[in-house]
Structure formats: structure tokens, C-alpha cells
């Protein structure tokens, strides 16, 4: 019998860490795709052989928290015992996998001396799989059938071959085929990787060390969710918040959270959530599971072990046929986009009752999606181009919320200008923060971006999958909220049209098209803000003179750019 020893532990645990890392720099630097070599919009992870969770490296919560569903639910369908060595199973479907149709997941069991020692996955987003709009993420769907092509589990390799047939369907399907070609390759070589590192471990320690310590990761990370439980208030915490619509109707849609949390076990109810939509915002189980389990480690304890350990003393309820559970076929395409961010937003204002200098304000609360796509004329084969951007980040108790960044349940990178002008026929005019649209506090949100392009020479098929453009993100312990979000495009003979929040149109050459996102909630009195950070925040352009007095209660010289001292205590006290 093998006994546990911290100090190994704490090795095998770095060990299998850097294999799921490694995955994902294969993945990465081999990708075609600029969505998955520039954006880094893919995940990695190491499972045991029964599909547990054991390590994953650092990319995208959503994807980290929903895999562990995909390799479960793949492994019901293709057991262990019905798998050989080289064998490697693809899928995309949201009812198996429980994301959405443009994120392909490549699972590849490792054998040992013909025995099944662990499983190597990946998932990454690519830039279209069909269906009625550029990128697979239409707002205009009202089934998942026309969100592009669904692929179940199936062998993509059998015992080190490939299927090149399986790989012929699926690249034919697509608009982009060598992208589609190039990413698979770039995921199969990731697993491949991930098999080699992971046969040095066996090596090194062993098969059955190699079991063991998998094993007690897993349970290691267990006993700390439940320490962490101990030191927690108890209670039962409730939280709601909503969707603006689900592009085809702009109904609010309630998306309710209850928190029960005992010494032993947290409940999460979603009960009091909105019907299943007729559009694309339906929130698959498995993504409201990688939301509630992000939500509660970010603010339970962001160190504690990303195994399936860790989630043992969760208990999640989803009611069937709601937005957090749709029952077959409803679209799903943009419900990773928008309602996925309020269904971490809702858990974390729940914990935010009990716990409340550890959650933050809201942040943007929508990943902010931008394609577009067409034939590019350059080339005259089509092209699709897919971007999420970065809003305000909600600020804690003691901190502002970063600008311009992505937040919750995305971690992806931006699209270098120079990477968009040489690979798409558009042209960006500009790129930054937008102004005022701090949510103000002693600790104040960040701001939203923005990003304007012109279309060159032809007229694509864009869509936006955003959120926030009535409701603010909200603020804390005083704190105001977040700005909105405010796109528009400019047509070619100068006239303006805002867009809605959720949309999927074409548009002419020479359109401009400006997109905006919302800032994050502040934290906290906004006139108990240090008039300095006011002033810096002035001097920056992040915020102007009138903004500073009305919302911070601080006067800056519109000469010296100095706070007046004077004038300042004397309008704080006035509002007091």
C-alpha cells in the first residue's frame, strides 16, 4: 500500500500541472487560426481514467469548467474498456459537451502497458463550423441546427490513424476549411504532448504511484474546499440579475440564484430562473456548472486546486427546460457569450452577502462578441473573424477594477491590430478605453473598450453578442455602477444607426463599425475616494473635470490641473 507524502504530493501535483501547461503552448504555437495562436482561445487539461479532473492549465474558466463534463459524458458513450492506445475522440455538441458548436474538443486516453493511465483533453474555439452567420454564433437562431455543424462523439483517430473521411466532412461544412484543418492538426499534436509528458511521470514513479497520487490530488483538494466551508457565515444568500433579451425579443430575462451554505455542502439553486428562450442565450448545464464552480473558487479561495475534488461538496440545481438547462434543440450559440457572465455575476452577488470583501463589483458582463466574415476579396475565399472584448473589471474593497480587460469567465488575449489588418480586408481606425464609464467608488470599476473598424471592398455578415446596454453593472457597499455599452456603425454616406445590444446583419463596404463595452461596478463611497487617484484619473483621460466633481466630489483646476483642496472638502461636506 502506498502512503501519501505532502512533500510528493505537492511535487506530482506541479508535475501533472506542467503537463496541461505544456499541452497548451503546443496548442498554441502550432494552431492556424488566429483566434487560438494570438487570442489563446483554447484550454488543456489532465484527467485520470475515469474522466476526474487532476490538473489544467491556465486559460479559459469556462472551457476549464465545462470539460470536465465533456470528458465525462464522452467516456459514457466510449469507455475506458473499449478503447485502444492511439484512439482520440472529437466533439462539439453542446448536448453532449455542454458548450457551444464553434468550441471542438479532442480527448486521447494514454495507455500503459495496455493499461489506461489517465486522459488528455482539449477544447478550442474555432473561427466557424457552419451554419447561418460567420463564426457559428448567430443571434437570429431559434434552433441549434442552424448554428452550424454538430459533431458527436466520434473517433477522429483509431489506434493512430487518422480519419481522414471524419476530417473531409468536417472541413467541407465550414467556411474556413485550411483554418478548420490547421487547428484540429494543432489540437491532436497538443494531446500528443500531453501522452509523452505524462508517460515520463509513469517512468519516473511508476503506474501505481502514478495512480495513487492522481487519486489524492483529488481528494486533497476536497478537504480544503471543506476547510475553507468551515470558516465561512452560513446562511441562505439570494441573488438575481437579468439578460437583455435573447435577440429576438429584447424581454428581460431573470437569471436567480440561491446560495445555501452549511459546514459540509453549498447549494446552488437556479430555481426562479426564465424559461428556456426561443433565441440563442440557453445556457447549457454543463456552462452553468463552469460558472457556479468559477464563481465560488474566485472568491472562496482562487488557490484552491483546480481538480474535481475541489467541487465534491457543491450541489448545483438547474431546473430543466430553464435558461440554465435547456432541453434539445434549443440555440445555445451566444448563451456562452452573455449568459454565462450573469450566471457568475449572480453567484458572486449572493456570496457578496456573506463574504463581502472578498467579491468584486460587476464587471462588464458580457464577453463582447464581434464577427464578421464574407468572401475576402483579396482572395476570394472566405474568411471569418472572431473577437471577444474586454470590458471593466469590477473593483474589490480595496482596489480598482482593471481597464479594458476580460473578466469572469473568460481570460482570452486581444487580436494585435497588425494580425487583423493582414489577415481580414478590414482596417482599424481605433482602439482604447472609453472615457467616463468607470463605475465610481473610493475604489472606482474600469473602463470599457472600444474598437472601430472599416470594411474593405465587400459587404460581410456581422454579428454582435454583447449585454448591458440598459441595465448598469452594478456596484458595491455604496459603489455606483458601471457604463453601458454603446455601438453604432457609420455607413458609407455618413448616416449613424446604434446597434442593439444582439445582432447578426450585413453590412456595405466602407461601413464603419465602432464597438463599445460597459465598464465595471464601483466599490464603496465614490467621495471617500482619494482626490489624488481623482486627479490621476483626470490627468490619464480616464475620467473628465465634470465627472470628478459631480461623482467623486473633487475639484480640479481646470488651469493647473491641481485639486482644489479647499474646494473639495467644502463640496464633500455639502453632500455628506
Sequence with gaps: MIRTDPITLEVMRNAFQSVAEEMGAALIRTALSPNIKDRR????????????????????????????????????????????????????????????????????????????????????????????????????????????????????????????????????????????????????????????????????????????????????????????????????????????????????????????????????????????????????????LACTFYALKSAIDPELPSTGGTFRPVEVITPKGSIVNPEFPAPVSNANINTAQRIADVVLGALAQCIPKKVPAASSGSMGLFTIGGLDPRTGQYYSYVETYGGGQGAVFNHDGMDGVHTNMTNTRNTPVEVIEIAYPLRVEKYGLVPNTDGPGQYRGGLGLTRELTVLDHAPTMTQGSDRLQLHPWGLQGGGPGGTVSSFIEKPDGSRELLPSKVTRMVDAGTRIALRTAGGGGYGDPKLRDPQKVRKDVEEGFIDIQRAQEQYGVVIDRDSGEVDQQATNELRRNNK
Design 41 to 288: 482561445d483554447c484550454s488543456t487539461g489532465v484527467y485520470s481514467a475515469s474522466g476526474d479532473l487532476v490538473a489544467q492549465a491556465e486559460h479559459i474558466p469556462l472551457h476549464l469548467g465545462l470539460m470536465p463534463s465533456v470528458v465525462k459524458s464522452t467516456l459514457e458513450l466510449f469507455p475506458v474498456a473499449n478503447l485502444k492506445p492511439g484512439d482520440a475522440i472529437i466533439t462539439n455538441d453542446p448536448y453532449v459537451s455542454g458548450s457551444h458548436l464553434p468550441d471542438i474538443c479532442i480527448i486521447s486516453p494514454l495507455f500503459a502497458e495496455d493499461r489506461c493511465m489517465g486522459i488528455l483533453a482539449n477544447l478550442a474555439h474555432h473561427v466557424d463550423i457552419g451554419g447561418i452567420a460567420p463564426g457559428g454564433m448567430p443571434t437570429t437562431s431559434t434552433e441549434i441546427f442552424q448554428e452550424g455543424l454538430r459533431i458527436p462523439p466520434v473517433r477522429i483517430t483509431r489506434q493512430g490513424r487518422v480519419n481522414e473521411d471524419l476530417i473531409a466532412l468536417i472541413t467541407t461544412n465550414v467556411r474556413t476549411s485550411r483554418e478548420a484543418l490547421g487547428d484540429i492538426q494543432a489540437q491532436l499534436a497538443a494531446n500528443n504532448v500531453g501522452q509523452r509528458r505524462l508517460k515520463e511521470i509513469i517512468a519516473k514513479y511508476g503506474r501505481e504511484m502514478t495512480i495513487h497520487y492522481m487519486a489524492e490530488l483529488i481528494n486533497y483538494s476536497e478537504r480544503q474546499m471543506l476547510a475553507r466551508l468551515t470558516e465561512m457565515p452560513t446562511g441562505v444568500f439570494t441573488f438575481e440579475d437579468y439578460l437583455e433579451g435573447d435577440g429576438l425579443s429584447e424581454d428581460l430575462l431573470t437569471i436567480k440564484a440561491t446560495a445555501t451554505i452549511g459546514r459540509q455542502k453549498i447549494k446552488v439553486d437556479f430555481t426562479g430562473s426564465s424559461p428556456q428562450t426561443k433565441g440563442s442565450v440557453n445556457c447549457t448545464r454543463a456552462v452553468t
